[in-house]
Structures are given as structure tokens and as C-alpha cells.
């Protein structure tokens, strides 16, 4: 396996070329566009890596899943009541149909209306509390204990996140958020500059490829219905507005972020972290969507087959 991904890593470091990083929170733009790593981790736990998997950076809306997971432990599906299960074939910051006067609730747990929806409905009883219970659920599910916050990029989005104010605003007019905007947004910012690495993705992508039960200490993290739900929805809407053609083209449930990161999870089979900085127009990442097209070819992953 080792040799397969030090070939895909190979084969598709060009890719790079064809896109560009992040530049709309400032410390993202600091990455090199032409790093990329992949890891892969069994159900057996057995890890297979390639390329820079030693890398760190941000798990930006990767978070969104963790935080569904919460609020559905948190509040059944109820939360359903505030967000909606459907793609809305917008890009991810969009205000577009939230603002329809036939929408009354955000599309989907993944656009950012949508997930700042979701934190919003995390119990605690205040903003540390919230973000304490998001980085230990990240904790459990990479089996990683020094999982902590890039204050760098935290302050970055801090500056440069009047969009997500906007919308957060929105929200709490249409009594879709009911505690306070600036500690809902708070905790938003925090939970994207989460920092992690592509062990991480690839342990949490196999935490809910294995339903819910840690490949690392066989104990059950996430409850089985719940662990569905989350690949039901990485499969719709994990990769933004690109994600009808990646369920064509790739098959399997993955969700992407601006950093540049990809998890998916691979029922009964595998987790898949990668990174690769270079994005394209949707935001996915260039190089990762190839290398998740060369690997679900090879290993036949695609859910279908």
C-alpha cells in the first residue's frame, strides 16, 4: 500500500500548478501550494502514508462534521428542526437562498450558514465551554491528545470574517440562532483554526467508516445512527458546490476544507486524510481530488462497486 501512495503522490504533484491556496484569511495564504501528503488507516488500524504527512494545518469546515456530531449526541434530530438535509448547489459562504423568502432554515449542516447554525446548538454553558467539548471530541476521534487551536489563523479569521458575521446576523433575525452571535462566532472561528495533520483526517474518517468505533482502542465514540448521518452527508454536500461531480467521479463520503484537506470515509473499508494546499475555483483541494481519484481506482472504493 505504502508503494501505491508514494506513486500517486508521484503522479499528480503537477496538479498543483492549476490552482492556488487560500488567500481570503491572510494566514492561509502562507502555505506552500505544493506540498501534499496522503495517509490511509484499515479498520485493522493498519496506517499507510506518503509525501507530507508530518505537515500541520487547519481543519477549517472539516470541522462542520465534528460539530454535527455533537449536536445530534447533544440533541437527537431535532437539530434537523434548524438545519435542512439537502445540497443547495451554492458555494459554501453563500447568503443567496438563506435569503429566500420560501428558505426558513440554512440547506444543509455543511455551508457555512449551516454550521454556524449547528455550533450555536452545542450545549455548554458558555463559549470555553462549547470549544473545550469540540477540540475533545477531535481529540477522541484522531486519538490525539495535543490536538489545540493555530491562534494565528484563529485571530486571521477573527479580522477577516465580516461574511460569516453577516450571515450569523441573518440568522439570529430569523430566530434560527438563539444565543448570543459573537460567541457563536467565536467558537466558529476557534473550531476552524483547529490544527491537525493527515493522520488525524485519516483517524477520524475511519472512526466513522468503522460506525462510530475508534480503529485506535475499539471503543465506541460516535453512535452507530449518527455515524451514518455524517457519511450521508459527506457523501451530498462534503465537498461543497463540486460535490454531485466528486460522488461521480470519486464514490466515496468526504469532506473538504480551504486549507486544503480532505477526510473521507470509506464504509467498512478505510479513513483517507490528505493535503493539498492548490485549490481550485470551489475551494477543494486540486491535488487531493486526484489522489483520491487515483486510489478509489486502484483499491476499487467507489460505494457502488
Not at 226 to 251: L, N, P, Q, R
Request: hydrophobic share 35%.
Amino acid at each position: 500500500m505504502n508503494k501505491i501512495l508514494k506513486k500517486i503522490i508521484n503522479d499528480t504533484k503537477t496538479f498543483a500548478n492549476q490552482g492556488k491556496v487560500a488567500t481570503y484569511i491572510p494566514e492561509l495564504s502562507k502555505m506552500n501550494k505544493n506540498i501534499s501528503g496522503i495517509v490511509t488507516i484499515d479498520m485493522n488500524n493498519n496506517i499507510y502514508s506518503a509525501g507530507d504527512t508530518d505537515i500541520k494545518f487547519t481543519i477549517q469546515s472539516m470541522s462542520n462534521i465534528v460539530t454535527l456530531l455533537l449536536a445530534l449526541m447533544d440533541h437527537g434530530e431535532k437539530v434537523f428542526d434548524k438545519v435542512g438535509k439537502e445540497p443547495s448547489g451554492d458555494p459554501f459562504n453563500s447568503l443567496k437562498r438563506l435569503t429566500n423568502k420560501n428558505t426558513d432554515k440554512p440547506y444543509n449542516p455543511m455551508i457555512n450558514a449551516g454550521s454556524i447554525t449547528i455550533t450555536s446548538m452545542i450545549k455548554a454553558d458558555n463559549k470555553e465551554e462549547r470549544i473545550a467539548r469540540i477540540i475533545n471530541l477531535i481529540k477522541d476521534l484522531t486519538g490525539n491528545d495535543n490536538i489545540e487551536i493555530n491562534m494565528d489563523v484563529y485571530n486571521s479569521e477573527l479580522k477577516t470574517g465580516d461574511k460569516n458575521r453577516s450571515i450569523a446576523y441573518f440568522l439570529k433575525d430569523k430566530n434560527i440562532i438563539e444565543c448570543e452571535v459573537c460567541d457563536v462566532l467565536d467558537t466558529y472561528f476557534k473550531q476552524c483554526s483547529i490544527e491537525i495533520d493527515c493522520f488525524d483526517l485519516a483517524n477520524i474518517g475511519a472512526t466513522l467508516a468503522n460506525d462510530g468505533i475508534s480503529t485506535i482502542t475499539n471503543k465506541r465514540i460516535i453512535p452507530s445512527k449518527y455515524a451514518t448521518i455524517a457519511k450521508a452527508f459527506m457523501f451530498t454536500c462534503g465537498m461543497y458546490d463540486d460535490s454531485g461531480e466528486f460522488a461521480v467521479e470519486v464514490g466515496i463520503p468526504a469532506k473538504s476544507g480551504v486549507s486544503g484537506g480532505i477526510f473521507c470515509a470509506v464504509p467498512n473499508k478505510m479513513g483517507i486524510g490528505v493535503l493539498g494546499p492548490s485549490l481550485d475555483e470551489k475551494g477543494n483541494s486540486i491535488v487531493g481530488i486526484e489522489m483520491l481519484k487515483l486510489l478509489t481506482k486502484e483499491k476499487n472504493l467507489c460505494i457502488f462497486n
